[in-house]
């Protein structure tokens, strides 16, 4: 009778894991990870400064699937809705592609070089009080003399524009295009420095 009672149940759960939707998957919209073209700066030119950029980390949180926060204390993840990379590959991409579109950033791998660490903290959908894509990222940035020349936490927010799962990577686009952005100048800012140029 128990046999039979297991056979009912995994035939049951086999029913429902046929007809669950298949997962779908999602990028951001995103400028700085598709590469666009930066403006020209109307800046002078300014002598590159050799920059390492380490592998960007992320949360554990932060993996595949979609994460929603209801408040600072609730965080939860979407079933079927996937990022097509994880948070951070966005991330490290978006990045790299900011920074070799910085004349006065040099991105190299030589140990001697200033080195620029990142994690991402938050990659969410935001349900209240607004319903907002939300990216953070924690930087530490130290010169080629080991001093910490940056360290906090850069952030941006969108509004998303209805409940569909494309209106999330949307706004996730341009919360991390933001970031992303606010990110690579205070990097340059650092770099060229009156200490920095004085090398």
């Not at 579109?101 to 938050?122: I, K, R």
């Not at 080629?144 to 936490?153: E, K, N, P, Q």
Request: net charge negative; hydrophobic share 45%; charged share 25%.
């Amino acid at each position: 009778m128990r046999a039979a009672g297991i056979a009912v149940a995994l035939l049951a759960a086999g029913c429902l894991y046929r007809n669950a939707p298949d997962p779908r998957f999602f990028r951001p919209e995103s400028t700085a990870l598709d590469g666009a073209a930066a403006a020209p700066s109307t800046r002078p030119a300014r002598k590159a400064v050799p920059l390492r950029l380490r592998p960007v980390t992320g949360a554990p949180l932060l993996r595949e699937r979609i994460v929603w926060r209801a408040s600072q204390v609730e965080y939860g993840q979407y079933e079927q809705w996937r990022w097509s990379e994880l948070p951070e590959r966005y991330v490290e991409r978006a990045l790299e592609n900011a920074l070799l579109a910085t004349q006065s950033v040099d991105l190299t791998d030589e140990p001697g070089a200033a080195t620029l660490t990142v994690q991402v903290v938050a990659f969410d959908e935001v349900l209240t009080p607004a319903h907002v894509a939300a990216v953070s990222l924690a930087v530490d940035l130290v010169d080629h003399g080991r001093r910490r020349i940056l360290d906090r936490t850069f952030g941006a927010q969108a509004p998303i524009a209805d409940e569909t799962p494309a209106a999330t990577a949307a706004a996730m686009g341009k919360a991390l295009d933001e970031a992303i952005a606010a990110l690579a100048a205070a990097v340059e800012e650092k770099l060229q420095g009156p200490e920095q140029r004085g090398r």
